[in-house]
């Protein structure tokens, strides 16, 4: 039995794949390890060989080079219906001739499953998705939600190992996409197995994942919780793919203890305090990173004493977003400033060309080496 102080087992491994087409390189020297029962997303713009990775594990592509090992057993020459895994695409190809019940007994019939067993199974996926009373129906007479937990369902009735899911909810209403995240996961939590998510969209990546590995140019540039990701970002792209960050470059004026760090903006810009998880030193070229929502922006009456990080500037533009303002403030030295501000009497008085004062953390000020 394992332990709580023992270290998650490990389901999938990738060590040092690449994948090419012609002279097209997709995946470059990448390795990843995917723990049990945990919900990993592979997040990144398109082009930028999450697919790939995906069908490789699947069987559907193989690597040029490198290792693929599912439950310790490399997968080299394994065809795909020989692997525990199981995949689902963003056309469902449920069998529209089959009712919902022959569309989810449909694999366990192919693997000659005992018909009482084949019953068993099917009602509890039913119960798992909550669909009892819908087994009759054929594919056409479902709604599109509906339609997208039968081929779930269809999906894990055969117990995979790994269900590796290419932007399932890609094609659904916004609405529909957000009920249906919050289904993946509780049936990921349920059955307590591994799925492999691709998508790239941030928000689903953040709402949905134990991990999330992002990607780009086909090389994994961070793997790390939606709380590591967002607010810790390794990288340039990260800080600038995942959520919405002011990005600045500069040079390290001066060190300190605590991975603190100050850096002058180019273009005779400021001095701003920053942290790092990299060692820097004096003179080095860095990217800094602010996020729009660190930002809090004050008409000069309500400043009051200049405390901590700040800058002078003037409302550009002012777009209304729901639950927040969104600003942009061109500063005292030409630099374009975004800010999230929540709506209330101080933003809603801030019209165009009106001065102001932004302030924020420099504890929330990331230095990135690129």
């Given at each position: 039995?394992?332990?709580?102080?023992?270290?998650?087992?490990?389901?999938?491994e990738?060590?040092?794949?690449?994948?090419?087409?012609?002279?097209?390189?997709?995946l470059?020297?990448?390795?990843?390890q995917?723990?049990?029962?945990?919900?990993?997303?592979?997040?990144?713009?398109?082009?930028?060989?999450?697919?790939t990775?995906?069908?490789?594990?699947?069987?559907?592509?193989?690597?040029?080079?490198?290792?693929?090992?599912?439950?310790?057993?490399?997968?080299?020459?394994?065809?795909?219906?020989?692997r525990?895994?199981?995949?689902?695409?963003?056309?469902?190809?449920?069998?529209?001739?089959?009712?919902?019940?022959q569309?989810?007994?449909?694999?366990?019939?192919?693997?000659?499953?005992e018909?009482a067993?084949?019953?068993?199974?099917?009602?509890?996926?039913l119960?798992?998705?909550?669909?009892?009373?819908?087994?009759n129906?054929?594919?056409?007479?479902?709604?599109?939600?509906?339609?997208q937990?039968?081929?779930?369902?269809?999906?894990?009735?055969n117990?995979?190992?790994?269900?590796?899911?290419?932007?399932?909810?890609g094609?659904?209403?916004?609405?529909?996409?957000?009920q249906?995240?919050?289904?993946?996961?509780?049936l990921?939590?349920?059955?307590?197995?591994?799925?492999i998510?691709?998508t790239?969209?941030?928000?689903?990546?953040?709402?949905?994942?134990?991990?999330?590995?992002?990607?780009?140019?086909?090389?994994i540039?961070?793997?790390?919780?939606?709380?590591?990701?967002?607010?810790?970002?390794?990288?340039?792209?990260?800080?600038?793919f995942?959520?919405?960050?002011?990005?600045?470059?500069?040079?390290?004026?001066?060190?300190?203890?605590?991975?603190?760090?100050?850096?002058?903006?180019?273009?005779?810009?400021?001095?701003?305090?920053?942290?790092?998880?990299?060692?820097?030193?004096?003179?080095?070229?860095?990217?800094?990173?602010?996020?729009?929502e660190?930002?809090?922006?004050?008409?000069?009456?309500?400043?009051?004493?200049?405390?901590?990080?700040?800058?002078?500037?003037?409302?550009?533009?002012?777009?209304?977003?729901?639950?927040?303002?969104r600003?942009?403030?061109?500063?005292?030295?030409?630099?374009?400033?975004?800010?999230?501000v929540?709506?209330?009497?101080?933003?809603?008085s801030?019209?165009?060309?009106?001065?102001?004062?932004?302030?924020?953390?420099?504890?929330?000020?990331?230095?990135?080496?690129?």
């Amino acid at each position: 039995m394992v332990t709580s102080d023992q270290p998650p087992e490990t389901v999938v491994e990738v060590r040092g794949l690449s994948k090419r087409f012609g002279t097209t390189t997709v995946l470059n020297n990448i390795s990843l390890q995917i723990r049990r029962g945990e919900f990993l997303s592979l997040l990144g713009p398109s082009g930028c060989g999450k697919t790939t990775l995906l069908r490789i594990i699947a069987g559907f592509e193989h690597p040029s080079e490198g290792q693929l090992l599912i439950d310790g057993q490399d997968m080299a020459g394994r065809p795909a219906y020989s692997r525990n895994t199981n995949m689902i695409f963003q056309q469902l190809a449920l069998f529209p001739h089959m009712t919902v019940n022959q569309n989810l007994a449909f694999g366990l019939r192919m693997k000659k499953m005992e018909p009482a067993k084949i019953r068993a199974k099917v009602g509890e996926m039913l119960d798992l998705i909550q669909l009892n009373g819908y087994e009759n129906r054929m594919p056409d007479q479902l709604s599109g939600g509906q339609r997208q937990r039968v081929a779930l369902a269809r999906a894990l009735v055969n117990s995979p190992d790994v269900l590796l899911l290419d932007e399932p909810l890609g094609a659904l209403d916004l609405q529909l996409r957000l009920q249906l995240q919050l289904e993946l996961r509780r049936l990921q939590k349920a059955l307590n197995r591994t799925f492999i998510f691709v998508t790239h969209d941030q928000t689903e990546a953040l709402t949905m994942s134990d991990r999330i590995a992002v990607l780009n140019k086909g090389e994994i540039v961070q793997v790390g919780t939606a709380q590591e990701i967002y607010e810790a970002p390794q990288v340039r792209f990260v800080a600038a793919f995942v959520g919405h960050s002011n990005l600045f470059e500069g040079s390290v004026l001066a060190t300190h203890p605590a991975e603190n760090c100050q850096v002058q903006l180019d273009g005779g810009g400021m001095t701003i305090g920053c942290t790092s998880a990299k060692v820097l030193v004096q003179g080095q070229k860095v990217c800094v990173a602010l996020r729009y929502e660190n930002i809090a922006l004050l008409s000069p009456e309500t400043a009051g004493g200049l405390i901590g990080e700040h800058c002078f500037g003037t409302v550009q533009e002012r777009t209304y977003m729901g639950g927040y303002t969104r600003f942009l403030v061109r500063t005292s030295w030409g630099a374009e400033i975004t800010a999230d501000v929540p709506i209330d009497a101080i933003s809603q008085s801030l019209s165009l060309g009106a001065q102001v004062q932004l302030r924020w953390s420099s504890s929330q000020v990331i230095a990135l080496t690129n």
